[in-house]
């Protein structure tokens, strides 16, 4: 109970800063200006004031012992609209045999796809560097909260679920997949064009092939990166698939990168939630541990710890209630992989 994930304010501005500045992403730019325009519309999402396509729900991980800020992560409410295609290559496989020589080959393609009525993604997961391994699996909270969220509001996601693994990069962060075809069809660097990408990603359309790529005419360093993920995302991938999310033959346009995909009722988090009022009083023994979480005026709060069900009532040791700022009468949602009180 020593940390709680909870949705972004605007104090947390700076230390958003600073955790972005570890990273190179577009969920999590380090610049103060877009920190705060992220912030700012996170909040508008979680009132219900932003409209569902274009909602972005910003959440941070606090050291309830320190207040330090130690990683965030995001739902996109809709990945792919009218205004902003979401784009992906699809892999697929094609024989091609000849009579005369007695010979095939089963050949991979890459063939380019657009989606304008996208599913919902979940992404934007990242810590802290010095809290990275420790007992108290920080990775996995910052994980689960979003998914239990959702559960609480599903007429606000779509009836699918999305989420973009992040592939192996080099040293110098460079994708050996962008080199080998996206810098070749747009003369841009990864990182510029990953960039550009986040706030009009229309040069894709206009600059890649339409045409089927034929994976073999590719550097061999791309074709070993295709598909495969980061050492430093491999846990929250493992943990995706534990939920429901498989892999949907599509990878990222830029970096290659692993798709991922899972039908919002299906994902084992959202079917597992349950809903109890809070019993106002501790227990003798607590013989259930999970997700469990709290939402009240737009403000929702989550974290990991042991609990007790009696006569559809919730028991929850003192440290939980001060750490979710209880108030009487109050209901919480719970999950897990394993819950069925």
């Not at 992403?25 to 200006?33: F, I, S, V, Y």
């Not at 990683?71 to 005369?100: C, D, H, W, Y």
């Not at 069809?185 to 600059?207: K, Q």
Request: aromatic share 10%; proline share 4%.
């Amino acid at each position: 109970m020593s940390f709680v994930v909870r949705n972004v304010r605007r104090e947390d501005l700076s230390q958003l800063y600073d955790l972005a500045r570890q990273f190179t992403l577009l969920n999590l730019p380090a610049e103060k200006r877009l920190i705060e325009a992220k912030i700012e519309k996170s909040e508008g999402s979680f009132a219900g004031e932003v409209d569902r396509s274009e909602a972005e729900y910003l959440f941070v991980l606090e050291d309830l012992e320190t207040g330090f800020i130690a990683g965030s992560s995001m739902i996109l409410a809709k990945s792919g609209t009218p205004k902003s295609a979401n784009f992906s290559f699809e892999v697929q496989k094609r024989e091609r045999f000849s009579k005369e020589l007695g010979i095939g080959f089963i050949h991979q393609i890459l063939r380019l796809k657009s989606n304008t009525d996208g599913p919902t993604e979940v992404g934007g997961l990242i810590v802290d560097r010095g809290y990275r391994r420790r007992p108290e699996k920080v990775g996995r909270l910052m994980s689960f909260s979003r998914f239990l969220y959702m559960s609480l509001y599903p007429e606000r996601f779509e009836k699918e679920l999305h989420a973009e693994m992040a592939p192996p990069l080099t040293e110098e962060g460079r994708s050996e997949f962008w080199e080998s075809l996206g810098r070749r069809f747009t003369g841009m660097p990864y990182h510029e064009a990953d960039m550009l990408s986040s706030t009009n990603n229309d040069f894709i359309r206009s600059l890649f092939p339409e045409e089927d790529i034929y994976l073999c005419l590719l550097d061999s360093r791309a074709r070993l990166v295709l598909g495969q993920v980061g050492e430093e995302t491999q846990a929250a991938m493992h943990l995706l698939k534990k939920m429901g999310f498989k892999y949907k033959n599509e990878v990222d346009p830029f970096d290659g990168g692993p798709h991922l995909g899972c039908p919002f009722n299906d994902c084992l988090l959202i079917k597992n939630m349950r809903k109890f009022t809070w019993a106002e009083a501790e227990a003798q023994e607590y013989g259930h541990t999970g997700l469990v979480g709290y939402e009240k005026d737009n403000e929702f709060s989550c974290l990991w710890t042991s609990y007790a069900l009696k006569d559809g009532k919730i028991f929850l040791p003192k440290k939980a209630c001060e750490a979710l700022s209880l108030e009487k009468q109050a209901t919480l949602a719970i999950t897990g992989y394993d819950v069925n009180p």
